[in-house]
């Protein structure tokens, strides 16, 4: 079973189905359904397709939702709810840096330990093979199931908040999915007016998934220079295929947040052409100065 990313070229990572694997699995990825406390042994094969040895560093991690509303397999402890029972990317063991020979496979083990408190859901985690020379990377999923129990993911809006790094200025959704099941596939509609009804923006069908007791924050729109100082209302359906969800949420801007909106870093890519004309004019005028400078001081020495 192949789970690499077919743009990865230089490597190959497969894996054997293990004993305890689902049944018809068509998530392409190790699908485990295990007792409390069970061990499972996994066995990866990573395939160097160079002429050159390759050396990977690998890691196991729990899942993550990303700002753009897709899915980190291998995301650090710190990113992960602290709400989860139980994180995949604690419970494997397997080799963190591996050499493998010019135009060869190498067989890498791994296993995987349940803790020995049972849970309801699924939780999702993975494995990451990353090439320590192009940065190349691709990682496999792990999804881990207990007990027969059926959890179904549950989506809500709690909120919106403005994010403002240096150079971009971003309208976020935050998003919560409250049980230990993924939600796969939403497509959430937004639309935000101003105190009179007129439609500032309308994003339709922006496709996110969650993660297992995900809180997260998921980008709706950046440039925002045009949002003015008042009220808006977001009005947002989150569709999971089977049935939507519909919210509004009151958007307040203050007179200085509009203006940090509307104010833009000055980064290399923006600097209008007098910006580019100061750059390079005053590093030349100190060229000159020190130069002739120079000249006239060497010229005094040598009277």
Do not use: C
Not at 114 to 143: M, R, W
Not at 236 to 247: A, L, M, P
Not at 262 to 274: E, F, G, V
Not at 287 to 292: A, D, G, K, N, W
């Amino acid at each position: 079973m192949t789970f690499a990313d077919d743009s990865v070229t230089r490597f190959d990572v497969t894996a054997y189905v293990p004993t305890h694997q689902v049944q018809n699995n068509s998530n392409q990825a190790i699908d485990l359904r295990l007792a409390p406390g069970q061990t499972e042994d996994i066995m990866y094969h990573v395939k160097n397709n160079t002429a050159q040895e390759l050396v990977f560093s690998v890691a196991t991690g729990t899942a993550i939702t990303l700002s753009n509303g897709k899915i980190h397999f291998v995301g650090t402890n710190s990113d992960v709810s602290t709400t989860l029972p139980a994180k995949v990317g604690d419970m494997m063991k397997i080799d963190k840096l591996i050499t493998v020979p010019a135009n060869s496979t190498v067989d890498v083990p791994a296993t995987l330990t349940t803790p020995t408190s049972s849970f309801d859901g699924t939780l999702v985690g993975g494995v990451s093979f990353t090439d320590v020379f192009s940065k190349d990377a691709t990682q496999i999923p792990v999804y881990l199931t207990e007990t027969d129990k059926e959890v179904t993911p549950f989506v809500t809006l709690s909120g919106t908040k403005f994010y403002l790094p240096k150079t971009k200025k971003i309208l976020q959704l935050q998003i919560a999915n409250t049980e230990t099941k993924m939600a796969k596939d939403l497509l959430i509609s937004s639309t935000l007016t101003n105190s009179d009804g007129k439609v500032v923006f309308t994003k339709h069908d922006q496709k996110v998934s969650l993660v297992p007791k995900a809180q997260t924050a998921i980008n709706l729109k950046n440039n925002l220079a045009d949002l003015k100082a008042g009220h808006y209302k977001l009005k947002v359906t989150i569709n999971n295929g089977s049935e939507k969800q519909t919210s509004t949420q009151t958007v307040k801007i203050s007179q200085s947040l509009a203006h940090k909106l509307s104010t833009t870093t000055q980064t290399k890519n923006n600097l209008r052409p007098i910006d580019w004309f100061w750059l390079i004019f005053w590093p030349v005028v100190v060229f000159l100065i020190v130069f002739f400078g120079g000249r006239l001081l060497l010229q005094k020495r040598r009277r």
